[in-house]
């Protein structure tokens, strides 16, 4: 799977900054017998140096749990039960609340790199636009200063309030509410950092121009098209799956990812409408693992909605969203701004 | 992961009969609320059936659990918690005891094709000779007709008694009781079934001549060149990690594959060795993850042993019997016959 992979120069794990006084603060505090550690693939090498050190420093081990956690829906609290680590160090999704469940703790990481050169470059490009700036937990301590030079240049800023797990300014992959709360008052939306993944979100949900602030690329690139590419291929799998008689409904096994009354709610909304459908769990939900099942004709997943519209499937694999625009569809309804909701559930 | 994938043509899924009478004599004993079911890639499809009569018949929700599920060390029993389900039913995974937990139920799936035509192809080939018979779970039942038709063309035919987990003359990709016993007795083994996977387990395990007797494609083909090649392939990286200066030893997440005690041993033997050493936990150990990580020249995992030996990877990844024979060379000590035992852990 490389939907949420990161571009990673080498320069980039240069300026990734765990907060390791916090890790060892916590450890000097409760000593745990071991501890275990996971963050996104791309800052995982320094996950690793913040592990020796902790061995070096408490002589305990400190595993690197290196499976996939792509959010605090998938922090895999359950790998460090089974590892019987007495703390789990999740790193780099900070978000605006506790540790959300006992021996688990947050732990932020930044991304220090500058982006004033590339903020230069944006007050030349949108020159007295009125934008709204996100960004993920990465580079939430960037943007007073992107601001100021943007202000500055004669842009007018916006920064969306926090809501739910999120920051003031801060998108998930699959929430957005502080770019959607402001869709009626700003030209554009500016994204700090180099995911296009998120930025291709907030121009989904927004319907808004979107650009990319780049630091690493020193440069700004506009989604918008990207997005309209992605939001195409996602209402054509919605029609393909209003054309199939069998379905599969795929319950996601991550933690924050199960969502199986409303798997429950869709079967039988689809069985109304005369389908077939049959039960399927899965912890990833890739195109291999579905090539091993037969006979159904489009899936819907209730799991992370990005899966569905960032990777190629050989049948349609509808996200939650794209699920609730099928069933409209099927009823002659218009289907009109189904992207365009502040959280993709 | 492509490792454990078996060929299957078409009519291969036809042959394939799950104790279905069991499941449902289950069901309607416990009632429960809903249930899952899981089975390996290649029978799939027919687990899919058996869900959608459980629904049918009970009306109630028959997920089906569509991560691998490799073998009784990775029953995925977690994925069924997390559902709710209230019996898992694993299929396809035939040992000789009772249900390893409360809550999973092994079903037997057989396989049953007919080997009499491949089984006369083998009278001719191997002559006279004293073999033994070995075979996966699928073809346990087809044992005592092709024992009759080789003793019948001259062949003297031994079956191992089962050990462990193991039935008579069964055998496990990682476990091989039944055929190591007869080594000093037969001139070859006799795999019944498709898979070169468990059929090159036991020529390693044994040194001796193989041959699987494939029904599918009527065909006796000699394994034990290319168990060979797995053979050296396994040497060179217990060699290449002999130069390794760093390690990373990986825990396996998957329940049955969880060795912690021996992942802290062979590190403190690493590290009295000079070594430096870094722990990881890994659910599904593949190339792919790996790549994450930095600055580890060799690793060590200690979940499947056929991880190491039928994948590749960009560094040594040894198996728990390569680490043992790595330590021994370290020492200076033969290494001679070092995947020549019983159960490879």
Not at 154 to 178: A, H, R, T, W
Not at 268 to 288: H, R, S
């Amino acid at each position: 799977m490389t939907r949420f992979k990161l571009i990673v120069p080498d320069s980039y794990l240069g300026m990734i900054i765990i907060d390791e006084a916090r890790i060892f603060e916590i450890i000097k505090e409760k000593s745990p017998v071991s501890v275990s550690l996971n963050g996104p693939d791309g800052i995982l090498p320094r996950v690793q140096e913040t592990a020796v050190r902790i061995s070096e420093e408490f002589g305990i081990p400190a595993y690197v749990l290196a499976d996939t956690t792509w959010g605090t829906c998938d922090l895999n609290t359950n790998g460090s039960k089974v590892l019987g680590a007495d703390i789990q160090f999740n790193i780099g999704h900070t978000i605006n609340t506790e540790s959300p469940e006992n021996g688990v703790v947050l732990i932020d990481a930044f991304d220090d790199v500058e982006f004033d050169a590339v903020a230069a470059k944006c007050v030349k490009m949108l020159e007295k636009a009125t934008v709204s700036l996100v960004t993920d937990s990465q580079h939430l301590r960037q943007v007073d200063r992107v601001r100021e030079i943007l202000e500055g240049g004669g842009l007018v800023v916006k920064i969306g309030s926090g809501k739910g797990q999120l920051n003031d300014g801060q998108v998930f992959g699959c929430e957005f509410y502080p770019a959607t709360a402001l869709k009626e008052e700003v030209d554009a939306y500016v994204f700090l950092g180099q995911s296009n993944f998120h930025a291709a979100g907030v121009a989904l949900a927004t319907n808004r121009p979107t650009y990319v602030l780049d630091p690493y690329f020193n440069e700004v690139r506009e989604i918008t098209e990207f997005a309209q590419k992605l939001k195409k291929k996602a209402t054509l799998a919605v029609c393909k799956a209003a054309e199939a008689k069998s379905f599969g409904v795929i319950v996601g096994l991550k933690e924050g990812q199960l969502s199986k009354v409303f798997a429950l709610r869709i079967k039988k909304e689809l069985e109304d409408a005369g389908k077939k459908v049959q039960l399927f769990a899965l912890t990833d939900i890739t195109n291999e693992r579905l090539q091993n099942l037969r006979g159904i004709e489009a899936f819907v997943q209730v799991a992370c909605p990005r899966i569905s519209t960032d990777n190629r499937f050989d049948v349609p694999v509808l996200s939650t969203p794209q699920a609730k625009a099928l069933l409209k569809m099927m009823r002659g309804e218009s289907i009109e701004g189904y992207l365009e909701i502040p959280h993709w559930l």
